[in-house]
């Protein structure tokens, strides 16, 4: 019996770099043996429900687009009774996760990772009533991925992101007053930023913790950084930062499940996409959950 994919793709991501690539990415999926359906997104969330909405009988689930995209099939998959493997075709401009699992960037070569890789297991993440792929933020920045307009991004591609983040540089920082707590821990601070991540790439930059990441153990890799009062803390913050070290006022560590409470709403991010403004957040890491298809003899840390 013929296999089947059923391919979802973003028409507009990273600069639209699908639509020279398109024929070349179905030709190398009908080659290697499969039947091909072919569905382009519309608009937001379209992907997650398309995902929801595929009849049964497909043996890979492809997607192609950035890392939001990614993030939407994988919700939309994690809802299905009966999950299938996932395969990448990065499309994006930064591509986080892409380059954590060691797929090319070059879209043909993605292309036949997917049907010549091999299936990997790696961690998810619950956030609230949600899912996400590698990353969950609040503070400072982490709006730029969903904040930068779209036609900015087609046409600059990863530059968009630092040129938007250059206009903020000097811009007062926002703190929370959030109560954090895992493993029987409880700490309650001014926070300017919070990350809980599995993926040594965030924003199309090394993660500090990257030398820590492992993708199927279970836990994810936390950084909290509490608010600087002057201008020696913060240059005491951005050298932890750039060595990945702790300090009074940057702490790093790795858990399976952390919570935050604050009294003010506080603007989160899920894979570059808005994740709404919460007043609390319970973060619980989804062990193995994600079946994605990476390269033959991938470093994996796993």
Request: charged share 25%; proline share 4%; aromatic share 10%.
């Amino acid at each position: 019996m013929q296999k089947r994919i059923y391919f979802i793709y973003n028409p507009h991501a990273g600069m639209e770099r699908i639509r020279s690539n398109l024929l070349d990415i179905i030709d190398i999926f009908v080659k290697a043996g499969f039947e091909v359906t072919v569905y382009p997104t519309q608009e937001r969330g379209d992907a997650s429900r398309a995902a929801v909405e595929m009849k049964d009988g497909y043996d890979l689930l492809v997607c192609s687009g950035g890392d939001g995209t990614l993030d939407e099939v994988v919700a939309g998959m994690m809802q299905r009774e009966k999950r299938i493997p996932i395969g990448y075709v990065p499309a994006g401009s930064t591509n986080d996760f892409a380059i954590t699992l060691g797929i090319p960037r070059d879209m043909r070569k993605a292309a036949e990772v997917v049907t010549g890789g091999v299936e990997f297991k790696c961690d998810t993440g619950s956030f609230n009533d949600k899912n996400f792929v590698y990353v969950a933020a609040f503070g400072m920045f982490t709006d730029i991925s969903y904040g930068t307009e779209q036609d900015l991004k087609n046409t600059f591609g990863h530059l968009a992101y630092i040129m938007e983040a250059m206009s903020r540089i000097g811009g007062p920082i926002k703190s929370f007053r959030i109560k954090v707590e895992h493993d029987g821990i409880t700490e309650e601070n001014e926070y300017v930023y919070g990350m809980i991540s599995n993926s040594v790439s965030i924003g199309g930059f090394k993660s500090p913790g990257r030398k820590n990441v492992i993708l199927d153990d279970g836990l994810f890799e936390v950084a909290l950084i509490k608010k600087p009062e002057d201008p020696v803390e913060l240059g005491e913050v951005a050298g932890a930062v750039m060595n990945g070290s702790s300090n009074d006022l940057v702490s790093y560590f790795k858990t399976g499940e952390i919570s935050f409470k604050s009294d003010e709403p506080v603007a989160w991010t899920l894979d570059g996409e808005f994740g709404g403004s919460l007043t609390e957040v319970n973060v619980r890491n989804c062990r193995r959950s994600l079946g994605i298809m990476v390269p033959a003899g991938a470093l994996l840390l796993g």
